[in-house]
């Protein structure tokens, strides 16, 4: 049933995107059938995901879904999530080396500079 959370960890957005859903969700969810719920095995498909605000409701709140499609024009952005899917261990060092290595730093000056280095690195190369 819609609503329950069936001992779950409830996954949230993990980027903040401009143009977000997530404070509109109760508006779209009025918009869905009245049967949503019931329907078997149902396909989400997610044209313009962002930071997926309303794709990880929709799969936190109902169990039916049992498939998902996402899609976006940002390129690095869908290249996230499949790393995200296919290789989340891979994700998972590469993020504990940078937080290791930042919180090695002594002063703020230097982690604010390793920061703007970062994303300098993010920003101007194909990753």
């Known amino acids: 049933m819609a609503g ?9 957005p993990f980027v903040k995107w401009a143009g ?3 404070s509109l969700i109760s508006q779209l969810i009025e918009n869905l059938p009245q049967d949503f719920a019931e329907q078997p095995n149902v ?25 998902a499609v996402i899609n976006d024009v940002n390129e690095d952005l869908i290249n996230c999530y499949l ?3 296919n290789d989340p261990e ?10 290791e290595e ?8 230097t982690k604010s500079h390793y ?3 970062m994303r300098e690195k993010y920003n101007n190369e194909e990753l």
């Open 43 to 67: 396909t989400y498909i997610e044209p313009f995901v962002g930071g997926g605000a309303m794709l990880f409701y929709m799969l936190t709140h109902y169990p039916n879904i049992k498939r």
């Open 20 to 22: 977000g859903k997530g």
């Open 115 to 117: 920061y703007s280095q």
């Open 90 to 99: 891979k994700l998972i060092a590469s993020l504990r080396e940078i937080k």
């Open 83 to 85: 790393l995200i899917k």
């Open 4 to 12: 329950e959370q069936h001992n779950k960890t409830v996954a949230k």
């Open 102 to 109: 930042y919180y090695r730093l002594a002063t703020i000056e």
